[in-house]
């Protein structure tokens, strides 16, 4: 992961090629490793250009100090675009992107997630439980009120009570019944997050069962998404119907 940490100047921060390269290496000789498998560039600064992101990841693959790259909590406009520079150069193609993803934060299906399988990109997933919320410690009355309000909102919280009903009823951990509805939907690999053993052996006893189609639909129903403008615009039938007249209904798609 392309991470600076705390950088002390700027010349320590930001995504620049001396940033990255400074990155790399120290990252090398912390790992004790003469090179790396999948290099993330962590988040987009919204400084440094795409071409020299782009060129400067190329260059760490040509040396053999990383074999894959792949863009970490970025827009999806600049994850395509850095795939058209590299299909366009032939330098290394981003082969993975990473984003926040659970079924109480919904926002990477309106451009994320369409852009990742269309372009052949695999999608790692972290926060499934939001940060703990969806785990419902939040929900605890026997927290201060200031720790419970501060940290997770009514929403969450709500999502929360809601989650706990369903895990009762299945007799599975509110984390896996979440966990879960992320492993199952299309192209997405969820990233665990646990910092203890037993978080860890919790975690995993997703692998033990499925969510049902209505399981998942109701959790998904929980926090309705909507995809707005101009996917829903694009989709609607009256406008369908004014690009593709009555056709459209012929058109498998």
Do not use: C
Not at 78 to 90: C, N
Request: net charge negative; aromatic share 10%.
């Amino acid at each position: 992961r392309l991470d600076n940490g705390n950088p002390k100047n700027f010349n320590e921060g930001g995504n620049s090629r001396k940033s990255m390269m400074r990155s790399v290496e120290n990252s090398l000789k912390r790992l004790n490793t003469d090179y790396i498998d999948l290099l993330y560039l962590h988040m987009w600064d919204f400084m440094t250009p795409v071409e020299e992101v782009m060129a400067g990841l190329n260059d760490l693959v040509r040396s053999g100090k990383v074999l894959y790259v792949g863009f970490s909590d970025s827009p999806a406009w600049i994850i395509s675009y850095a795939v058209g520079l590299a299909e366009r150069y032939g330098w290394a193609r981003p082969v993975a992107t990473q984003t926040p993803y659970n079924f109480a934060s919904r926002d990477p299906e309106r451009a994320i997630l369409p852009m990742a399988k269309e372009m052949g990109l695999t999608l790692t997933a972290w926060g499934l439980l939001s940060g703990g919320v969806l785990s419902g410690k939040y929900n605890n009355e026997n927290e201060s009120e200031e720790k419970r309000y501060e940290t997770a909102s009514d929403k969450g919280k709500l999502l929360a009570e809601k989650l706990g009903e369903i895990s009762k009823r299945l007799d599975k951990s509110p984390a896996q019944i979440a966990i879960n509805w992320v492993r199952q939907q299309q192209n997405v690999i969820p990233i665990l997050g646990a910092r203890t053993v037993a978080q860890i052996e919790d975690n995993l006893g997703v692998l033990s069962f499925e969510l049902d189609d209505e399981t998942v639909t109701e959790l998904s129903q929980l926090n309705e998404f909507k995809a707005g403008f101009p996917l829903d615009f694009l989709t609607d039938d009256h406008v369908r119907g004014l690009i593709f007249g009555d056709s459209f209904k012929q058109i498998k798609t």
